[in-house]
């Protein structure tokens, strides 16, 4: 660690920062065009990886911006019921989310500092935002008729500085020797300055400490899950309910359905996961849950729930899995580069195969899959005119 790092103090605009979107969504340089660069300072990692957080938090406020202003979504305050002074989250909604009587979306992003409408913040700065946010989710979404609900499950505390404690000092309230206090406080000076000492090595820019305090029935990804499925899902007038899970939103929606598993069962058509990272050994789900994940709606080749993972097999193809549960298939991480190839390849053992851009890649089979179940669901509800109905319609003729 460097002692003489420079000051952590950066912009809070996009502008600040010297960047902007273009009109393909991309980031780049205001006056080079060049993308954005990590390494702004050689030889100073701390620095490099603050100043990407910061322009991070700026990402995160941007596209709240757009949720709201481009996506016309309401942000909906949480707890319904929170008091003034308590600490509270959000989560974003299409005007009809809860009075659409056909089709309702909601999409859970992972876990890490992403929040509401983002898949992947590397790949809103690093690539665009159609493939690092769930912005063309929600447009077509609505486009095709669906009311939407996006979650926000990594929004679970606020930090606040920590209250500065002022310990007496010893010598004010004891009644020792003052030559044994003197050599107290001779030991007490040499380890403060000791400590100090350590801590401007480890931490040259002393932050703030803060501490987190919890958002009431949303301290985690899986209590966000729960809430929102209550208080908005639940009550929504939708006859089918689609979920859109990347990485460990899969995670969140497995636990919802631990929780509330008759409910999910009646209110819920089709799951899309996206590289999900859920176990149901793990999260002990019951066999139940399990038969449902991979059970199919109508045809054998349609079920109820569907992982798009890692792979650079052809889109939609097959992928064999260890556990019984929810069918995988392709999302077609393809790269053209030979040597990038083989990179990728031996990465993906260790689970490294862009991860993040699953959802992205698996966008149209998503909307089709969500297609076919609702369709197969109406079907299937259709009462078929047997003989013996006929007959019993004719007598009570």
Excluded at 24 to 43: A, M, S
Excluded at 45 to 68: F, M
Excluded at 259 to 278: G, I, P
């Amino acid at each position: 660690m460097k002692k003489d790092e420079p000051p952590l103090d950066f912009p809070d605009t996009l502008e600040g920062f010297e960047y902007a979107f273009n009109e393909k969504g991309q980031l780049r340089h205001i006056k080079t065009g060049e993308p954005f660069v990590f390494n702004y300072r050689e030889d100073l990692h701390r620095w490099n990886q603050k100043r990407y957080e910061a322009l991070g938090e700026i990402i995160t406020k941007y596209v709240y911006e757009l949720l709201e202003k481009d996506c016309n979504l309401k942000k909906i305050s949480i707890p319904v019921d929170a008091s003034e002074s308590e600490p509270k989250s959000f989560i974003f909604m299409s005007e009809d989310a809860l009075t659409n009587p056909q089709k309702l979306m909601v999409l859970i992003h992972g876990s890490g500092v992403v929040r509401a409408g983002q898949w992947a913040r590397r790949l809103i700065i690093n690539e665009d935002l159609d493939s690092g946010t769930q912005i063309p989710f929600i447009k077509r979404a609505m486009d095709e008729g669906y009311g939407v609900i996006v979650l926000n499950p990594n929004e679970n505390y606020i930090e606040v500085e920590k209250p500065k404690i002022h310990v007496q000092s010893s010598s004010d309230s004891s009644d020792e020797p003052a030559e044994k206090r003197e050599r107290k406080d001779k030991v007490s000076k040499e380890t403060k300055k000791r400590r100090d000492f350590y801590e401007k090595y480890r931490n040259p820019q002393r932050e703030k400490e803060m501490m987190q305090l919890y958002i009431r029935e949303n301290g985690s990804p899986e209590e966000h899950a729960v809430y929102v499925w209550d208080h908005f899902i639940a009550q929504s007038a939708a006859e089918n309910v689609f979920f859109v899970a990347h990485s460990y939103g899969g995670l969140a929606f497995v636990e919802l359905m631990i929780q509330r598993e008759a409910d999910v069962k009646s209110k819920v058509t089709a799951v899309a996961l996206t590289d999900s990272v859920h176990n149901v050994w793990h999260q002990e789900a019951g066999k139940t849950i399990r038969e449902w994940m991979r059970e199919n709606i109508v045809s054998i080749t349609l079920q109820n729930c569907c992982n798009w993972v890692s792979s650079s097999e052809p889109l939609d193809t097959s992928v064999e899995s260890m556990l019984p549960d929810c069918p995988r298939v392709s999302a077609d991480i393809y790269i053209s580069d030979p040597f990038l190839l083989r990179v990728r390849i031996r990465k993906r053992t260790e689970g490294t195969d862009r991860h993040e851009l699953t959802s992205w890649k698996s966008f149209p089979s998503i909307f089709k899959f969500f297609t076919e179940a609702s369709e197969a669901k109406t079907s299937s509800l259709k009462p078929t005119l047997t003989r013996r109905s006929h007959r019993i319609k004719h007598e009570e003729l």
